[in-house]
C-alpha cells in the first residue's frame, strides 16, 4: 500500500495545493468554510435557475455538509458530524462548475459529481461520522450568514482549526472507495 502524506491546509486552497493532494491523503484543515445541507442546496440551486446571484461567494470555497446540534454554553456551535454526501449530488455539479474548490461530508460520489471535480480541478474530504462532539472542537467561530430560517440547515461561515480530514476523491478523480470509478 502506497505512504499517504500529510498536509496542513490554509482554506481558501490554491488550484495548486489542490492538484497536489492524492486520495487517502490526511489533512488539518484552517481558515474559513461555508456550512450547508440539502435545503440550503436547494435553495441555492432554486436562486440559480431563478437567474439570481448565490447568497455566498462560491469560487475557491469549501463547502462542509453538516447540521449541528445547538451551542453549549461558551462554545461557538454543537455537535458537528458530517452528512452524507450523495444527498447533495445533483446540486453538485453546477457548484463545481461555478467554482466550488472542495467539499467534506460522508460517503461516495455519484459519477457526475466526480466527473465536475475532474473538469474543475476541485477534491472531496471526508471526515469521521459519528465523531461530531470532536469535530466541534476544531470550530472556533460559527455565524448564520443567510436561509436562518432554515435552522440547523441555514448556511454558515464557519472558522476551523486543524479540522481532521482525508483526501476521499482528489482532483483527478481517484478516490478512497472500493469499487468506484468513473471511467
Do not use: W
Not at 490554509?10 to 468554510?33: F, Q, R, V, W, Y
Not at 443567510?146 to 440547515?153: H, M, N, T, V
Not at 448556511?155 to 468513473?182: L, N, Q, W, Y
Amino acid at each position: 500500500m502506497d505512504q499517504k502524506s500529510e498536509h496542513k491546509l490554509t482554506l481558501p486552497l490554491k488550484k495548486e495545493e489542490i492538484a497536489e493532494l492524492s486520495a487517502g491523503d490526511h489533512c488539518l484543515l484552517n481558515g474559513e468554510m461555508f456550512v450547508a445541507r440539502d435545503a440550503a442546496h436547494k435553495r441555492m440551486a432554486e436562486a440559480l435557475h431563478g437567474g439570481d446571484n448565490l447568497p455566498i461567494e462560491i469560487a475557491g470555497a469549501c463547502i462542509y455538509y453538516m447540521g449541528p446540534s445547538p451551542a453549549r454554553e461558551n462554545r461557538p456551535i454543537g455537535s458537528a458530524g458530517p452528512t452524507t454526501a450523495t444527498r447533495m449530488d445533483k446540486y453538485t455539479p453546477e457548484l463545481l462548475d461555478l467554482g466550488l474548490a472542495a467539499m467534506i461530508g460522508k460517503g461516495k460520489r455519484s459519477k457526475e459529481v466526480v466527473e465536475a471535480m475532474i473538469r474543475n480541478g476541485a477534491v472531496y474530504f471526508c471526515t469521521v461520522g459519528g465523531a461530531g462532539a470532536l469535530l466541534s472542537k476544531c470550530i472556533q467561530r460559527s455565524e448564520v450568514i443567510c436561509y436562518e430560517d432554515l435552522g440547523a440547515e441555514a448556511i454558515r461561515r464557519i472558522e476551523v482549526k486543524d479540522f481532521p480530514v482525508i483526501v476521499c476523491i482528489d482532483s483527478r478523480g481517484v478516490t478512497v472507495h472500493a469499487g468506484m470509478s468513473v471511467t
